[in-house]
């Protein structure tokens, strides 16, 4: 199983043009999707889901609409909170809050302590993210941490000032909404990520839609950088599991 996936959530407006109605009916129903994509994720032991939400390049659609977005935005923390905590779930956001209404940045903030000490599943929704924006302040961080100190800068020490540095990079990036763009989404954390596009609108995504992503998953090669060849021979020279990890593995299957 991937251990993080990451989506693109689109396609919400079409979703609500194709039934003569506006964008924002769409918005609504994708919330639909949030839910059911959480529960395929736990029930599947996926350990790290991560939404986009908002870029920081749509606070340019209609007033109306931003507006609208962030009211759900509410809603759905006021509504969903909860439950999530009762299902084990770690809920986090990342993204540039200055510009929100204060009450969406303290409802953000109580979400966040209340779930912060559950394991099963982190939920990260990126709400006026944009992958720029995330490499430039991690670019920040780091000068003001190493303010003076001078010596060879490593891919590590920037990630660790990265807005997710929490959680393993994604494993599988969907984007729904038919659209074959990052669109300013993970930039840096997407390097090795297997990326996977539908046509299908994000409010028409569901559990068995994730498991025909998930499948495409298993039939890529990862192979960061290396040669087909050195990666049977790697798995070749694995030595095979004995003692507790064996008993431990036969448990699973039998389960
Ligand atoms: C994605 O759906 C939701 C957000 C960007 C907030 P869209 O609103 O982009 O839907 P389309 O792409 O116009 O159909
Ligand atoms: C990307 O969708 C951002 C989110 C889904 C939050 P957009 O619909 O804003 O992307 P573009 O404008 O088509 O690239
Ligand atoms: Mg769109």
Not at 32 to 46: F, T, W
Not at 214 to 241: D, K, V
Request: aromatic content about 10%; charged content about 25%.
């Amino acid at each position: 199983m991937p251990q993080h996936v990451a989506i693109i959530m689109d396609g919400n407006g079409r979703w609500a043009k194709k039934r003569f109605m506006p964008r924002i009916a769409g918005h609504k129903r994708g919330v639909e999707s949030v839910r059911a994509m959480v529960k395929a994720c736990i029930q599947r032991d996926i350990p790290y889901l991560t939404l986009f939400a908002f870029s920081s390049e749509n606070w340019r659609r209609p007033e109306e609409e931003v507006s609208f977005l962030m009211n759900l935005f509410i809603r759905a923390l006021e509504d969903e909170v909860v439950k999530l905590d009762r299902n084990g779930v770690c809920f986090r956001v990342v993204g540039d809050l200055t510009h929100f209404e204060p009450k969406l940045v303290e409802l953000i903030a109580r979400a966040e302590r209340l779930t912060a000490g559950n394991k099963r599943l982190t939920l990260t929704v990126a709400a006026n993210y944009g992958g720029r924006w995330d490499i430039m302040r991690a670019v920040q961080r780091l000068l003001a941490a190493q303010a003076g100190q001078g010596g060879e800068l490593t891919e590590a020490d920037l990630a660790k000032h990265l807005a997710m540095a929490y959680a393993p990079e994604p494993d599988l990036f969907i984007r729904t909404g038919g659209e074959q763009r990052v669109s300013n989404f993970l930039l840096w954390q997407l390097a090795y990520t297997e990326l996977y596009f539908t046509d299908l609108l994000w409010p028409d995504f569901n559990a068995a839609a994730l498991d025909a992503a998930i499948a495409s998953y298993h039939n890529r090669e990862r192979r960061f950088g290396r040669t087909s060849e050195q990666l049977r021979e790697e798995c070749a020279a694995q030595p095979p599991l004995t003692g507790a990890a064996a008993a431990l593995e036969d448990q699973q299957q039998d389960a």
